[in-house]
C-alpha cells in the first residue's frame, strides 16, 4: 500500500496520477463513493471524507478502513491533512480529526511508502524510491 498526504489542493492526485499513470476510471472518490465501492479501484481518493461519511453513519471508521487495507494491501490511499495546529470549534470536527489523524497513522505504518505532497512536489517520507 502506498499513502500520499498533504494539505487540500496541493497536488497529490496529479502526483499519483503521473507517478503510476493511472487512469481517472481507476481511481474512487471517498466522498462519493458506495461503502461498499470504496476499496474496488487501484485507487481511493479523498480518504478523509470517506472517514466523514463512515463516522456520518455511525460506522467504525478505524475498522472499516483497516479491514480494506488489509484486503486490498496494493492500494494507494490519498487524504488530506486535516490538522496543521489548528483545532476545530466543532466537536464533530475534532472527532473526524483526531479519527483521520488516528487512521492515517496506522496506515502509515502498514504502508510501503509514504509521500507528502506540498505545492505539488513529493517528498518521500518512508520507504524507498526504486522498491
Not at 470517506?50 to 490511499?77: N, S, T, V, Y
Not at 480529526?97 to 492515517?104: A, F, N, P, S
Not at 509521500?115 to 512536489?121: E, G, K, P
Request: contains cysteine.
Amino acid at each position: 500500500m502506498i499513502l500520499v498526504i498533504g494539505g487540500g489542493s496541493q497536488g497529490k492526485l496529479e502526483f499519483v496520477r503521473s507517478r503510476w499513470d493511472i487512469a481517472s476510471g481507476n481511481i474512487t472518490d471517498g466522498g462519493t463513493c458506495s461503502f461498499e465501492g470504496a476499496f474496488q479501484r487501484p485507487v481511493l481518493d479523498h480518504l478523509h471524507l470517506l472517514i466523514r461519511r463512515l463516522q456520518e453513519a455511525g460506522l467504525d471508521a478505524r475498522k472499516f478502513i483497516a479491514d480494506g487495507i488489509e484486503q486490498h494491501p496494493d492500494m494507494i490511499l490519498i487524504c488530506d491533512e486535516l490538522s496543521s495546529a489548528v483545532v476545530p470549534v466543532l466537536k464533530d470536527d475534532r472527532e473526524m480529526q483526531e479519527t483521520t489523524g488516528r487512521i492515517l497513522c496506522a496506515a502509515a505504518q502498514k504502508a510501503a511508502k509514504v509521500y507528502r505532497v506540498f505545492c505539488s512536489i513529493p517528498v518521500l517520507i518512508k520507504g524507498e524510491e526504486h522498491e
